[in-house]
């Protein structure tokens, strides 16, 4: 299983984007997904996750109100739409399992300017 992240950019604060995540393989419509993300200097952290069927949504305080998980179990795709952008957003982000059971992308890199 491979997970393809894209949708990364350069953006001016209060801006949007939409990332995706494509994952190869059968079993991504059985797994509860999580997109993470990594700034420079700091741990990776969990920002949003989406239940298997995509009934239930979870998300850090800090993007709370802002940004949107969703899926298309048919199409081994997941979404994160990211409104109102700060440049505390800035990081490289991943999808992954709530288990990070699959190897990580390259991610997409988001770059938010004051």
């Known amino acids: 299983v491979q997970l393809v992240e894209s949708g990364g950019g350069l953006v001016q604060a209060g801006g949007s984007l939409r990332l995706s995540c494509v994952a190869s393989?059968?079993?991504?419509?059985?797994?509860?997904m999580g997109w993470y993300r990594q700034a420079p200097g700091k741990q990776r952290e969990l920002v949003a996750a989406?239940?298997?069927?995509?009934?239930?949504?979870n998300y850090a305080d800090s993007v709370k109100g802002r940004f949107t998980i969703s899926r298309e179990n048919a199409k081994n795709t997941m979404y994160l739409q990211m409104n109102s952008l700060k440049p505390e957003d800035t990081a490289v982000y991943y999808c992954?399992?709530?288990?990070?059971?699959?190897?990580w992308g390259q991610g997409t890199q988001v770059t938010v300017s004051s």
């Open positions: 989406i239940t298997s069927g995509g009934g239930s949504t």
């Open positions: 992954n399992t709530l288990v990070q059971a699959i190897p």
């Open positions: 393989g059968s079993t991504f419509r059985f797994n509860s």
